[in-house]
């Protein structure tokens, strides 16, 4: 029986790297995609390879299809993008290339890698997408324009996926996160004035009272890969309660 594989994008860290390691060890042979190195716990196996580019060149996206043809003898049947890029800022502190660099990858990487794999993925049937989108898909946040609208542009994009393929056997959903201690986070958290307190306050306005792991984040995306067989269109969000009310009181507040 030929193994299934898996395709990753954004797998050298964070969700990416929690991710490829849980497909990993469901069986799975892996491709990992990343513009960086992965890190130690995110490195290749036997049963995992790594593609070095971008998710928003289409080049990227043939070597996939040739390596996983290569190394596994098929065709990609799960592909999980979780590949983002974040710039702060409000439209007019933007450049155009900032503004343009959250749609090229958070958007048009999906665009691009599924005109490649799609096909296959169509004539194999009972195949499966996952996007990570964030709640910023719904919910807007001060300074993050472009990466707000990217990630709404995302969350319809899954939908149309998934009612265009649901006769066809495939499963489109998406997962949309809270904040994640992630080294994405982490450069974020850098650009703040005060990273210390800009901390402090992501972590008291989550319900559970702190940021979320990466791995929290992966056993969900799993889910939605390769167990959640009835569900397509779907949004599955994982964000430590911080969307489930728009009051909730942390007990510093004499209340």
Request: hydrophobic share 45%.
């Amino acid at each position: 029986m030929t193994q299934r594989v898996a395709v990753v994008t954004g797998s050298s860290s964070g969700v990416g790297a929690a991710t490829a390691a849980r497909l990993r060890g469901r069986g799975l042979g892996v491709i990992g995609i990343d513009v960086q190195e992965p890190v130690a716990e995110a490195m290749p196996d036997d049963g995992m390879v790594f593609v070095h580019g971008s998710v928003a060149q289409a080049a990227t996206w043939e070597e996939v299809r040739s390596t996983s043809r290569a190394r596994f003898d098929t065709d990609p049947t799960v592909v999980v993008f979780a590949a983002a890029v974040l710039r702060t800022g409000s439209i007019l502190e933007l450049g155009d290339d900032e503004w343009q660099s959250h749609f090229e990858v958070n958007v048009n990487g999906v665009f691009r890698g599924l005109r490649v794999l799609l096909p296959a993925m169509l004539e194999a049937g009972e195949s499966s997408v996952v996007t990570v989108a964030s709640v910023d898909a719904y919910l807007a946040e001060q300074g993050l324009a472009g990466y707000c609208s990217s990630k709404g542009a995302l969350l319809q994009l899954t939908r149309c996926l998934a009612m265009d393929h649901a006769r066809q056997g495939v499963r489109v959903n998406c997962v949309a996160p809270g904040v994640i201690d992630t080294p994405f986070f982490r450069r974020h958290l850098d650009t703040a004035s005060d990273p210390q307190a800009f901390l402090r306050v992501r972590e008291q306005r989550n319900p559970l009272g702190r940021l979320l792991q990466a791995d929290e984040v992966a056993a969900t995306v799993e889910f939605a890969a390769l167990d959640a067989v009835g569900m397509t269109g779907s949004v599955l969000t994982v964000d430590a309660g911080l969307s489930a009310s728009f009051d909730f009181r942390t007990g510093e507040e004499g209340a």
